[in-house]
């Protein structure tokens, strides 16, 4: 049986300041980069983060209903954070600027044990 959580390997969590290819003045962030990094606005791989959640509390695993929750408001927390830079870029509100990038910032690390936790490996319970 393929289990969902073969697909995180490759994942990894980079906070990157909220750099996207084609802006001007920032770092770029490739599609390699991007591809496998859960951290970042604009991919998919918090996606692949998700289906390896959802397969555990399809599993009955303790903590993964809630470790679900907390993926949501993360994922959230993350195209927030992206939108409000943008706003904030366009108004020329450097303060702003710096809150969303810190605020994408804190989502990262929130994202760095909701991923372990994703990788640990499920206890299954022996019959006695």
């Given at each position: 049986?393929?289990d969902?959580?073969d ?22 962030c ?7 990094n859960?951290?970042c606005?604009?991919t998919?791989?918090r ?9 555990r509390?399809a ?9 679900l ?29 710096a809150?969303?990038?810190?605020a ?14 994703a ?7 022996t019959?006695?």
């Amino acid at each position: 049986m393929h289990d969902a959580a073969d697909g995180l390997s490759s994942l990894r969590v980079h906070p990157c300041g909220l750099a996207h290819e084609g802006r001007t003045g920032r770092g770029l962030c490739p599609r390699a980069v991007r591809d496998d990094n859960v951290a970042c606005a604009h991919t998919m791989a918090r996606w692949r983060l998700k289906a390896a959640l959802e397969a555990r509390a399809a599993s009955g695993v303790p903590g993964a209903a809630d470790a679900l929750a907390r993926w949501h408001a993360l994922d959230l927390a993350v195209g927030r954070a992206d939108h409000d830079r943008t706003r904030a870029e366009a108004a020329g509100d450097v303060a702003a600027v710096a809150a969303a990038v810190a605020a994408h910032d804190a989502a990262a690390a929130a994202l760095v044990g909701l991923l372990a936790e994703a990788r640990t490996p499920a206890i299954r319970e022996t019959a006695a």
